[in-house]
T-cell receptor, first 113, second 109 residues
């Protein structure tokens, strides 16, 4: 089934630990995105990639890093987790940067204690 | 700064019509999107407007006025399954989406 998968579904993490959230799409979309969603706030862009091999910073990139080694995968890494990174993380993809709709993965609920 | 405003919560009755408003102030404009998000799930695409006017898609319609920085989503013949959050997002001059906090729509029988 075509779409986006994310792993893990949820995770509880101790502060200071390193964590990688995985995202894979099989739609051959060029652009991919990582958002965080917090109660009362809109989705906020963390990092994006317009095509394999390139990445860019979004609105809230501090404390996060990404890589885009191929078209399908776009992992998000928290080098040293802090409690303020407790959130729901969504990965999304679109065929190209513009003006296409974005397709979202099911999300990862992350709690940092 | 960039800002998207939408009501936090609205209540409507099954079978009725509801209009969810969105006003925006962004650095540039390259289209406005509406997404639906059921509780605990991912957002899903509803509509896209880049020119002024009304776009109709079944029970859902979306309107845009670029000069007023305003859009609305109109839902007709409301069904219980329409209970969800509705997210307004604007694509800015950098082609990044700026998202509103969403409007939680509660449908009562």
């Amino acid at each position: 089934i075509a779409g986006i998968t994310q792993a893990p579904t949820s995770q509880i993490l101790a502060a200071g630990r390193r964590m990688t959230l995985r995202c894979t799409q099989d739609m051959r979309h060029n652009a991919m995105y990582w958002y965080r969603q917090d109660l009362g706030l809109g989705l906020r862009l963390i990092h994006y990639s317009n095509t394999a091999g390139t990445t860019g910073k979004g609105e809230v990139p501090d404390g996060y890093s990404v890589s885009r080694a191929n078209t399908d995968d776009f992992p998000l890494t928290l080098a040293s987790a802090v409690p303020s990174q407790t959130s729901v993380y969504f990965c999304a993809s679109s065929r190209d940067r513009e003006p296409n709709e974005q397709f979202f993965g099911p999300g990862t609920r992350l709690t940092v204690l | 700064g960039q800002n998207i405003d939408q009501p936090t919560e609205m209540t409507a009755t099954e079978g009725a019509i509801v209009q969810i408003n969105c006003t925006y102030q962004t650095s540039g404009f390259n289209g406005l999107f509406w997404y639906q998000q059921h509780a605990g799930e991912a957002p899903t695409f509803l509509s896209y407007n880049v020119l002024d006017g009304l776009e109709e898609k079944g029970r859902f319609s979306s309107f845009l006025s670029r000069s007023k920085g305003y859009s609305y989503l109109l839902l007709k013949e409301l069904q219980m399954k329409d209970s969800a959050s509705y997210l307004c997002a604007v694509r800015d001059s950098n082609y990044q989406l700026i998202w509103g906090a969403g409007t939680k729509l509660i449908i009562k029988p």
